[in-house]
């Protein structure tokens, strides 16, 4: 009968909710959404459903509902700058299958969710971005990180991607690879675009690690600094995630990040006073994650670390290349960097 469809459907809801505390249904648009439930409510609502399930229709069938309901219900949260809906699974993403969504925050550029992948569920499994060769990652499984972007960020996000596909084809480390880029299914002027790796127990600096791992932090941070001046890309903003197991950084949300030469460019035109603007505030905001009282053994570090990524560029451009790889807007921002790096801590002759 109609009642008894109604009263199943209702139960359906009641055991999706209280199966799983983070969901809960919300009235006016007939969804589930996240949020605490109380155990003691959680606890009286099963015992209903029980009842229920055994006046009208089969308990076993009722009982069973809930982890296919709550795992086929879409996340829904709604933002200052608009709303959020993720399905679990998620399948947008050709070539990549998600489960089990976390939120991992919000910004001006969209909001962050972390993904596990399908065969990483599976017990024994192993992560395929276990190692990436772009940054670092811990044993837990969430291996993808979903980025939706709001409306009027969906340009800047889809450049993000961009910028990171290039800075792979580039070889710079410690940074996100972008796995793909799809246009939000709610609104396709909005898109979404998938990442890797997760790093996950990490803090924003490198006084918050321990003592012994800060050396290894110095030394990815200026490696990755000389590595992206080298392939002409700057940022503002900088966000390090710093590994408290490992001391390894991983350099995340490049939305403001900008390619400001290319290898096709040529070296025959100086770079704009705006690049080099941008390349001055990227370098100091990179250099500033450094303590400026750092002990001497740290200095000694990025020194030598330094001199250790420019030359490691002019080796990998080979004695024939030099005049193509170090054109004119290369060597206007590594010659930036030395003149920061003096000015800040490190007093050494780098030559030409």
Aim: proline fraction near 5%.
């Amino acid at each position: 009968s109609e009642m008894k469809q109604n009263v199943q459907s209702a139960t359906a809801v009641i055991v999706a909710t209280m199966s799983d505390p983070a969901f809960a249904f919300r009235e006016n648009s007939g969804e589930l959404r996240r949020v605490a439930i109380h155990p003691r409510l959680r606890e009286v609502t099963m015992s209903t459903t029980m009842a229920l399930g055994f006046m009208f229709g089969d308990p076993v069938h009722v009982m069973n509902a809930p982890s296919a309901c709550a795992h086929a219900a879409p996340i829904d949260m709604t933002f200052a700058n608009g709303s959020v809906r993720l399905d679990d699974p998620l399948r947008s993403f050709p070539g990549l299958d998600l489960l089990h969504p976390q939120y991992l925050g919000s910004g001006g550029g969209g909001a962050v969710y972390a993904y596990d992948r399908a065969e990483t569920v599976t017990e024994g499994s192993q992560s395929r971005s276990s190692s990436t060769g772009s940054g670092p990652t811990t044993g837990r499984h969430q291996a993808v990180v979903v980025k939706v972007s709001w409306m009027r960020s969906a340009a800047s996000v889809g450049r993000e991607c961009t910028v990171l596909n290039y800075m792979e084809t580039r070889r710079v480390t410690g940074v996100e690879q972008c796995r793909g880029q799809v246009p939000y299914p709610f609104d396709n002027r909005r898109v979404m675009i998938a990442m890797e790796p997760v790093m996950n127990d990490s803090v924003a600096s490198i006084s918050e690690i321990d003592e012994r791992l800060r050396p290894k932090a110095v030394r990815c941070i200026i490696r990755t600094l000389v590595q992206m001046l080298s392939a002409g890309v700057v940022t503002t903003d900088v966000q390090p995630l710093i590994s408290k197991a490992t001391g390894e950084v991983l350099f995340i949300d490049m939305t403001e990040a900008k390619i400001v030469f290319t290898d096709d460019d040529g070296d025959s035109e100086a770079m704009s006073f705006l690049d080099m603007a941008l390349a001055q505030s990227f370098v100091s905001e990179m250099m500033g994650l450094i303590p400026i009282d750092s002990p001497d053994e740290l200095i000694r570090v990025a020194n030598s670390q330094l001199i250790q990524e420019l030359q490691n560029i002019h080796e990998s451009s080979g004695v024939g290349k030099m005049a193509h790889v170090q054109q004119q807007q290369q060597r206007q921002l590594l010659e930036l960097l030395r003149e920061q790096v003096r000015s800040t801590f490190i007093s050494q002759d780098f030559g030409d």
